[in-house]
Structure formats: structure tokens, C-alpha cells
């Protein structure tokens, strides 16, 4: 006898043994009777219990680097340094996740850096005026608390796995993760 969803051979018994599926057979008594379902049965076939085809596991080789993926992101926006070193050793180059972060965190490094010297240029064109000292000194409280919160954002969002994008350095680092 033959299983109705699972296709496998099954013995004269009221359930499937590999699925747990009723089986009703014809002329079987107890194809009319209430038999309750044993309790391994979930009424799930089995072609649905596995993974779904669209998930992809992370590459072995990043099993046997040590260091997880979402945790490489991460690492990523720590200073520029291993970004760049991820972006160049084999395992973790070959992942787009990291890939993706290490531009963006170069990236944020980049303009964070633009945005620094543009403030600090300008407030040594403007010395002269009084007060203006202490505007710049704000200016530059707010921005690099600004950042600084941006960062830790971006770090969170990396180590859970996440595709965060940053405004304008998103859109180049999601180009130069899917070139490279």
C-alpha cells in the first residue's frame, strides 16, 4: 500500500509511518472509525517542511573563517582598517553582506572626514569674528554626535544582518559591493 501524500510504502496500519497521514484504506475497518492522529503528526507534507529554495546559507568558507557573517559587517564600521582588510581576504570578499558593509563604512569614513575639514576650513576663514569660535565649536559637537550616533545605528543594523542603506553612500556602496 502505497501513502496518498507521502508516496512511500507503508504497511496495513490506520496512519503513515513516515508522514502520519490517515490512510484510508478500502474494505479496512477502521477506515470509518475516529482514530486520532499520532502525536507526531502535523499535518504538514512533507515537501513543505524544509527550507524554502529561495534561503541560501552563508558560503562554507565563511564557516570556517571563525567569524559569522552579520559579525564581519559589523566589525566592518569599526575603523576603516577592517574594512578594507575584508574587502581583500578571501572569505569574507566573496560575501555580500560584508562587501556592502565595508563600502558603506568606508564610505561613512570618507564623508564624515569631508564634513570635518569643510567645518574646520571654514572656521579658520571666519577666526576673526567674535564668537564665532564658540558656533563652530557647536557645529562641531552636533556633527560628531551626529555621526557618532549614525555609527552606532549602522553597527547595530549590520550585526543583525540588515541591507541599512545611508542616504547617498548606500546607493555607492550597494554599486561597488554587486562590481566587485
Sequence with gaps: MQCPVCHNEVSQSAFCSSCGAPLAAAGDASAGSSVPPPP???NVPPAYSTVPPAYTAAPPAAIS???SENAAAAIAYLTIIPAIIFLVLEPFNKMPLVKFHSWQSIGLFVAAAVLQ???TIGEMMM???P???LL???IHLVIGLGLFLVWLFIILKASKGEWY???VIGDFAEK???AA
Design 40 to 42: 507526531s503528526y502535523t
Design 65 to 67: 573563517s571563525g567569524l
Design 117 to 119: 575639514v569643510i567645518i
Design 127 to 129: 577666526h576673526f569674528i
Design 131 to 133: 564668537g564665532i569660535i
Design 136 to 138: 563652530f565649536s557647536l
Design 165 to 167: 542603506k545611508l542616504p
Design 176 to 178: 561597488q559591493a554587486r
